[in-house]
């Protein structure tokens, strides 16, 4: 008996950069379905569909088997650390894990602080940093529109995700520290590629022709 | 935040009955080789690893039984002047789990090889790989794979190049997601960088069978790992005239799951469509040297509780009892 096959796919920034590269591919998504709000999508190859899942929540679906492969960020893959493989480095949606202070306020004047407050959606990413560099902070987890925490006064400065940095410039924000990069990788779940290499081995191929 | 999702299974009638089947069956091919029975405490007194069931008897701090091997290991070097050559068991162990969907209580069947330190082993992994290759039939899985790894194909250049513990960690972690470019992304300008990005590529090569063990040849470590490459070579020469019809044999170059125990061949049992190994093992030098015994051994486990739960998630991958 041979069970559908299931790619998740991230919802948001990621996602809309790879659904039009898939256009024309085997692994195409349906557009007719991608219009409605239903979150599982048939591709162009019978027998394969694609969820369109939260980026922080992708890499629990491709660990448990669920989908049996994925594309997500290497900062959401290194947050979660999931038991899965990392087949390409796929290379877009490239993006830096930033210290990110009100501007005028530089890393010294923060390492000089008795009190760190940090505003963060990467708790883990944060700490190993602080760890490197010798700090201590107190870590404020967030999930979404962490560039207000230190124009309220909820932390001394964030640690997010910057592509552009308009975001930043928008709220009087400044890269101070550069703590890692990102990229979107291609993933998949360990039981399904190694006991059934035959099926997983040509969708990658598939995927990393088309997104890398 | 961590998830806790603690799980002690209940077994209902027939998924107990199927644990006792199976529990019986496989202790009957053990003893049919020669391995005979020990069963440890469930109580264990050495010291206590994370992620085990702690609590206190008295003043000591003691722990549910995390794994065989390791109370296999402290039983035997404590009352044995020499070593049992061959020993299996059958019971639960009990250990939080990595992955939160997995349970705390876990059925296992496993046997242990041990030898003299100053015996050959080849013998003995090959003896082992031939118990594993007969499991599948055993359990009526109608299709499996066998891997085959060897620990020591990560192990020794990494403690060649004296890497840092950290950065060792990060190398392996890399290699367990069977990502090359993260083992380059991990090692940075590290002078080892480049040689280990190369040999890291040639283990995750997409050579199989027995073809795969020229990946070897890429690696810079390729002279340094002849010793090993000759006993996957020798290995797979014994095992493949016999491989049964139901069983495909891969070669896993990369396979580091266990790399701080194992230091040697590594076995791992899957069925297709499967989403855990059902089986794993291998040779593991170091323990008994550690518990101050001159001895050597291997042995593999047989994972019951996961096979359970596959016979109830996936029955199309079994022949009716």
Known sequence: MTRPLLIAFPKGRLGDELVPRLAGTPLALDAAALKSRVLRIPTATPGVAALLLKGSDLPRYVAAGVASLGIVGSDTLD?????????????????????????????EHLQARPHLRLATKFPRATEAWLAREGLTAELVPLSSSVELAPLLGLADAIVDLVQTGSTLKAHGLVEAAVLGRSSARLVAARGATLSEPGRIKPLAEILIGALK | MPVRTPHFPDLLFDAAARLRRWEDALMALLAAQGYRELHPSLVLREPVPEGALRFFDGDDLVALRWDFTVALAGLLARRFPDPPDRVAYAGA???????PWEAVERFEVGCERIQPADEPSAEADVELARLLMAVPAVLGLKRAILHLGNAALVRRPL???NLPPGLAKAVVAALSRRAAHRVHEALGDHPAAGRLTAHAEALLSDLDGPESLKALDASPYADLLAEERDHMGRALKAILPILPDRLDLRVD???????????????????????????????????????GRPWRAAGFCVR????????????????LP
């Open chain 2, 159 to 161: 403690e060649a190049e």
């Open chain 2, 93 to 99: 162990v009990f250990r939080r789990p990595v992955q």
């Open chain 2, 304 to 319: 019951l509780s996961r096979l359970l739960d596959l016979a109830g998630t996936r029955p199309d991958l079994f022949e």
């Open chain 2, 253 to 291: 170059l990369a396979d580091v799951a266990g790399l701080d125990f194992y230091t040697g061949p590594t076995l791992r049992l899957w069925a297709p469509g499967a989403q855990q190994e059902l089986a794993a093992g291998g040779r593991y030098d170091r323990l008994f040297p550690e518990l």
């Open chain 1, 79 to 107: 947050e979660l650390d999931m038991d899965l493989l990392e087949l390409a480095d796929l290379g877009f949606g490239a993006c830096r894990l930033s210290l990110c202070t009100p501007a005028g306020v530089t890393l």
